[in-house]
């Protein structure tokens, strides 16, 4: 029988391979597991087993919220509610660099109500990029605010990345959903030091106040009273025990398909296509996760995941130095594999090993979500630097993504170097839930 080690670099070798000839993540990653498991327990075990496997997956309660929080995006994604957030942010706002800060304020409100941090950049980004340019801010902070600002829909709840970190590792979704909040909150807050710190070196990338256009009370309930009405009927009610993570996403998804008709404009063929991409995106999602149990299937039999857990151990490393070679690791193979597939991928196997160093799991869920955050703001994997550069073709190159990203991604570090010396500002809120 082949050594654990021997399984796992045979199995990450084999996914890496599929991977590079280009096969997609979901297939390599049932392709690589699938040699391993017919070793196991031959063909037609195997096939029973898998069967049993995948059809798991698709009756989990818990992951029935995935597909309700993907709609719910779609839906606000392809109304009116995220740009007419963005346009009272801006137009509300009768300072210089309104519009940049107005975009963080808006992506963080949008990442209130949407857990994806593409569909975020996406929604808020088509609408403030080209606004932002025509109104004279450079292309390298613009693109850099819009690319940033999409990952506050990561850490803010519902965050789609804390509900497959808590389904891989067994936490409470609502307990993590909470400690994303003030970590957010933030982040959010330490994007517009960066804005104000650019205005200050380069007076002429951030122009003078715009003109301000007066909002009626109606009409600042009409745009801003959805987000904050789906916001609280997700975050109170998982807070206040009323509601599961998949009943407060069914609510949601409910209240917002009314709003979305109602307030936001959403037009029947746009509603059709939010059904569409919801269904587009929950296969690939689905085959993800399907193909990640048969993964952790393999991985567990061959016990990879505790082998390397002992390990890693006997090198008696602190624990903070087991938690640098984690984070650095995480950014590293972040500028190549997309958070989602990294979480299925890797987490199974690393998160036995902060556990066994002594770390909370809730608070650690926080830490690897900033650097999932980083890691679709780092070429050339980067989802959220092509995502506003396809945005603005027209008025943006890659490099001005890149280079407008930077200031952004430090102050993530900065965010990390916070929690890591102060656990309690994501504990905080969680340890009131109990």
């Known amino acids: 029988m082949m050594e654990w080690y021997e399984v796992g670099l045979a199995l990450m070798g084999l996914l890496m391979l599929l991977i590079f000839i280009g096969l997609p993540i979901p297939f390599a990653m049932a392709a690589a597991s699938l040699p391993f498991l017919l070793n196991i327990q031959g063909l037609s075990t195997s096939m029973v087993s898998t069967e049993l496997k995948l059809w798991g997956v698709w009756i989990d309660y818990i992951l029935l919220s995935v597909p309700l929080f993907v709609f719910l995006g779609e839906l606000i994604g392809r109304s009116n509610i995220g740009p007419n ?11 210089r660099g309104s519009a940049a800060y107005g975009s963080i304020g808006a992506c963080a409100g949008f990442g209130a109500v949407c857990g994806s941090s593409m569909v975020g950049s996406l929604t808020i980004g088509g609408v403030a990029l080209p606004e932002m340019i025509k109104l004279g801010y450079d292309r390298r902070l613009t693109s850099g605010v819009l ?19 808590g389904i891989v590792t067994d936490q409470s979704i609502g307990r993590l959903f909470m400690a994303g909040v003030i970590p957010g909150l933030l982040l959010a807050s330490l994007f517009v030091l960066v804005v104000v710190i650019w205005a200050r070196l380069y007076p002429t990338h951030v122009p003078e106040a715009e003109h301000v256009q007066r909002w009626s009370k109606k009409a600042m309930l009409m745009t801003v009273g959805p987000v904050i009405l789906i916001g609280a009927i997700i975050t109170i009610s998982i807070y206040a025990g009323i509601a599961t993570p998949t009943e407060a996403a069914a609510v949601a998804a409910a209240v917002t398909l009314l709003l979305a008709f109602w307030v936001g404009g959403l037009t029947k063929s746009a509603f059709i296509d939010s059904i569409m991409a919801t ?17 952790g299937f393999v991985m567990n039999y061959y016990q990879i995941p505790q082998q390397f857990t002992s390990y890693f151990l006997a090198f008696d490393l602190s624990p903070f130095v087991v938690l640098m070679c984690v984070i650095a690791f995480y950014i590293i193979i972040g500028m190549f594999l ?27 869920g926080v830490i690897y979500t900033i650097t999932m955050e980083i890691a679709v703001l780092t070429p050339p994997v980067g989802l959220n630097l092509f995502v506003i550069q396809g945005i603005g073709r027209k008025h943006v190159s890659i490099g001005d993504v890149i280079v407008g990203s930077l200031p952004f991604i430090a102050m993530m570090i900065i965010l990390l170097i916070v929690m890591i010396s102060l656990p309690q500002t994501a504990l905080w809120l969680p340890e009131l839930m109990k």
Do not use: C, K, Q
């Not at 997309?338 to 902060?354: A, D, G, H, N």
């Open 85 to 95: 957030l963005y346009r009272f942010m801006h137009n509300g706002i009768p300072i």
């Open 147 to 165: 690319a940033a600002g999409g990952t506050l829909s990561v850490l803010l709840p519902p965050s789609l990345i804390l509900l497959f970190y």
């Open 279 to 295: 269904m587009r995106t929950m296969g690939y999602l689905g085959f993800l996760l399907s193909a990640g149990v048969l993964f």
């Open 338 to 364: 997309e958070p989602v597939s990294m979480t299925f991928i890797t987490l199974p196997t690393i998160y036995p090993l902060i556990a066994a160093s002594g770390y909370d799991l809730i608070w650690f």
